[in-house]
């Protein structure tokens, strides 16, 4: 069995400093070494720029105080961090549901590309966020200020084309998105690189999951209560979906099955991070193992998350910590324990 750490960083200030902190905090980091291994060596950074310049500017200050801390060129640091044009992913899990009361999801991969990084992020010029990041200054998965959370699904590389990757669409929606409505507009003005499901919720009880391809989105919605995995379950996409999905077919039902189970944000959180759920994975040689649990409560803005296999949830009020109230808390704790 392995431990692992996630470090909790908590920043508030311009998006240059912002990045640069994080690039001093992350220096060290075995991610920048795998990211370097597996992006590419450049990538057309004015495509990348005129991207940002037109749905997120303020990211682009970041990454440039990214590149300060890391010691980076800017082409550098556009290519390993900067999210767009990055090479295929082949696999990658993801479970959620979608209540108007909350959103509870797990995230699954491999703790070999896991950055290790919990984000609260007060910008200047953009909205507060809490989130797991990926790639830096992607995330896996958050909330924002304003109560909307999200979270990416990896469905396949149908279509394939360089475009942003799904981590960095989530940025940028949990940045400049103020409800589940701005942030469907968003996803179908963004262009994709691959497919991915987004799964959302706002403080309002406006639940959707939008499946997004290269090509164009779709969306789904519930009144009462969503589930998210890794396939396209409507029939203008479907054919986007991998060859085999009979896994992600049977997450989904087992999710819809809890409909009348009338279960409470706290009792969701523990059924998705038991070892034993039928949500919770240990396949990591095969980038099918849970990571974290990741969730919010609406009405009195309230994260619960938690590692694999963690013994303390990490339970924050945003709002509170929006108004300037820093947590105490500094890291989380998991343990990766592969199926025998």
């Given at each position: 069995?392995?431990?692992?750490?996630?470090k909790v960083l908590q920043h508030r200030g311009s998006s240059y400093e912002i990045g640069k902190t994080l690039g001093?905090?992350?220096?060290?980091?075995?991610?920048?070494?795998?990211?370097?291994?597996?992006?590419?060596?450049?990538?057309?950074?004015?495509?990348?720029?005129?991207?940002?310049?037109?749905?997120?500017?303020?990211?682009l200050e970041e990454l440039r105080g990214l590149a300060e801390g890391l010691e980076l060129t800017w082409g550098q640091?556009?290519?390993?961090?900067?999210?767009?044009?990055?090479?295929?992913?082949?696999?990658?899990?993801?479970?959620?549901?979608?209540?108007?009361?909350?959103?509870?999801?797990?995230?699954?991969?491999?703790?070999?590309?896991?950055?290790?990084?919990?984000?609260?992020?007060?910008?200047?010029?953009?909205?507060?966020?809490?989130?797991?990041?990926?790639?830096?200054?992607?995330?896996?998965?958050?909330?924002?200020?304003?109560?909307?959370?999200?979270?990416?699904?990896?469905?396949?590389?149908?279509?394939?084309?360089?475009?942003?990757?799904?981590?960095?669409?989530?940025?940028?929606?949990?940045?400049?998105?103020?409800?589940?409505?701005?942030?469907?507009?968003?996803?179908?003005?963004?262009?994709?690189?691959?497919?991915?499901?987004?799964?959302?919720?706002?403080?309002?009880?406006?639940?959707?999951?939008?499946?997004?391809?290269?090509?164009?989105?779709?969306?789904?919605?519930?009144?009462?209560?969503?589930?998210?995995?890794?396939?396209?379950?409507?029939?203008?996409?479907?054919?986007?979906?991998?060859?085999?999905?009979?896994?992600?077919?049977?997450?989904?039902?087992?999710?819809?099955?809890?409909?009348?189970?009338?279960?409470?944000?706290?009792?969701?959180?523990?059924?998705?991070?038991?070892?034993?759920?039928?949500?919770?994975?240990?396949?990591?040689?095969?980038?099918?193992?849970?990571?974290?649990?990741?969730?919010?409560?609406?009405?009195?803005?309230?994260?619960?998350?938690?590692?694999?296999?963690?013994?303390?949830?990490?339970?924050?009020?945003?709002?509170?910590?929006?108004?300037?109230?820093?947590?105490?808390?500094?890291?989380?704790?998991?343990?990766?324990?592969?199926?025998?």
């Amino acid at each position: 069995m392995q431990h692992f750490q996630v470090k909790v960083l908590q920043h508030r200030g311009s998006s240059y400093e912002i990045g640069k902190t994080l690039g001093q905090q992350a220096r060290h980091n075995p991610i920048v070494q795998t990211f370097e291994k597996i992006t590419r060596d450049q990538i057309d950074v004015q495509a990348m720029e005129s991207i940002y310049t037109a749905f997120a500017p303020h990211v682009l200050e970041e990454l440039r105080g990214l590149a300060e801390g890391l010691e980076l060129t800017w082409g550098q640091v556009c290519a390993r961090f900067g999210g767009y044009d990055v090479p295929k992913t082949e696999a990658m899990g993801c479970s959620a549901i979608l209540t108007r009361d909350y959103y509870v999801r797990n995230y699954d991969f491999s703790p070999d590309f896991y950055d290790g990084f919990f984000s609260l992020l007060q910008p200047d010029q953009a909205f507060a966020t809490a989130g797991y990041n990926l790639q830096l200054i992607g995330r896996h998965d958050g909330v924002n200020e304003h109560g909307l959370v999200i979270g990416l699904h990896f469905v396949s590389n149908a279509g394939y084309t360089r475009g942003i990757s799904a981590w960095t669409a989530v940025r940028m929606v949990l940045d400049t998105c103020q409800n589940v409505e701005d942030a469907i507009q968003l996803l179908q003005e963004l262009p994709h690189a691959a497919c991915y499901n987004f799964s959302i919720g706002d403080k309002s009880g406006d639940l959707a999951v939008v499946e997004a391809s290269p090509e164009g989105i779709q969306v789904r919605r519930d009144a009462a209560l969503l589930s998210c995995v890794n396939h396209f379950q409507t029939d203008l996409l479907a054919p986007k979906n991998r060859s085999i999905i009979a896994g992600s077919v049977k997450r989904n039902a087992y999710m819809q099955g809890l409909q009348d189970k009338a279960y409470t944000q706290d009792e969701m959180v523990q059924l998705f991070k038991d070892k034993e759920s039928p949500l919770f994975f240990r396949d990591y040689a095969d980038l099918f193992g849970t990571l974290h649990t990741f969730s919010y409560a609406y009405q009195d803005a309230r994260i619960v998350t938690v590692l694999a296999q963690g013994e303390r949830f990490f339970t924050l009020n945003f709002a509170d910590w929006v108004r300037g109230q820093d947590t105490p808390v500094e890291w989380l704790e998991g343990k990766i324990e592969e199926n025998k």
